[in-house]
């Protein structure tokens, strides 16, 4: 499937990685593949840091890939997040996720070191330079700790292979007053669950939503949505509730509520621990409303 078209606006969820006893459930992740598949989302998005890309060994991150590539065609767009704070490091990445067929890329800033925005332009255009298939820039400045503002976008518009931004949380005024010139140059998606709408309503293209691994057609239903009727309001308050039960995108609380909807295990990989007790009660008030809504795992 082609990515990142802007016919209408497009719903992409960063999966979960199921653990079993510390090894990889593929049978959970191809399950989660087909949920997403039922719901009509867009693509999906693998070994991003929702997935716990960071603690995942080379080989893992290619099975989980390929498994994508597999299981996902033609219903779905395969995005693989390669990026890593060191540019030669993620253009390995970024070549092998080509070669093994996946649509596109999901690159973030270069964390941790703050690179000046002279560097972190490089770092784009070797990208850019070394591959053939399009890239999602993941804009983060809550995990990258460094935010350059108007100037990095200005600055990778240059790149015909940068397509689109992804803005993470807390972004909305940010993106609300980038020139349009810039709107209209990249394809802008979100991270931030619980502004979605106002995201949308600025004029975003989609979301990149970590809730839709949890419930995937209510977001697909809100993403899609371009007139608010008189029943959308009780979805937009459960959705709401829903984000803030969850936090900024907390692993332990998402698969929390994965194993509250689905029954798969809610293990996490260290430095993750478990969800603590009072966050797994609010978790399950939370998603309640969203026990029927979605196909259920075979027994």
């Known amino acids: 499937m082609t990515p990142f078209l802007r016919a209408r606006r497009q719903t992409y969820t960063p999966l979960l990685t199921p653990f079993s006893e510390d090894r990889i459930d593929l049978a959970a992740f191809e399950a989660a593949i087909d949920r997403q598949i039922i719901a009509g989302v867009d693509g999906i998005v693998v070994c991003d840091v929702i997935g716990e890309g960071p603690v995942l060994r080379v080989d893992e991150r290619e099975k989980l ?25 993620t253009i390995e990445r970024c070549r092998r996720a080509e070669q093994l067929g996946a649509d596109a890329l999901l690159v973030t800033v270069p964390y941790y070191s703050k ?3 002279k560097g972190v332009i490089h770092h ?6 070394a591959i053939s298939i399009p890239i999602l820039v993941d804009d983060d400045p ?17 790149m015909d292979a940068i397509v689109g931004i992804c803005h993470g949380a807390g972004r909305l005024g940010h993106f609300a007053a980038l020139p349009e010139h810039l709107k209209h140059r990249f394809i802008h998606m979100s991270r931030d669950s619980d502004r979605l ?28 949505m371009t007139e608010r009727g008189s029943g959308c309001n009780s979805l937009l308050q459960a959705l709401s509730v829903a984000a803030e039960a969850v936090g900024m995108d907390d692993v332990a609380a998402l698969k929390e509520a994965q194993f509250f909807l689905d029954q798969s295990k809610a293990d996490v990989r260290l430095p993750l621990v478990p969800a603590e007790r009072e966050t797994i009660l609010r978790v399950r008030r939370a998603f309640t409303p969203f026990a029927s809504c979605e196909p259920r795992r075979a027994a």
């Open 142 to 158: 809550g995990r990258t700790a460094k935010d350059y503002g108007v100037a990095l976008p200005e600055a990778l518009a240059e």
């Open 197 to 224: 709408m106002e995201f949308l309503d600025s004029g975003g293209d989609g979301a990149l939503s970590a809730l839709a691994n949890i419930i995937p057609s209510p977001i697909q239903t809100m993403v899609g």
């Open 124 to 129: 784009f255009r070797e990208i850019a330079a």
């Open 115 to 117: 690179p000046t925005l």
């Open 65 to 89: 890939l390929e498994t994508c590539i597999f299981r996902a065609r033609p219903h779905l767009s395969v995005i693989a997040a390669a990026g890593t704070n060191c540019t030669e490091k």
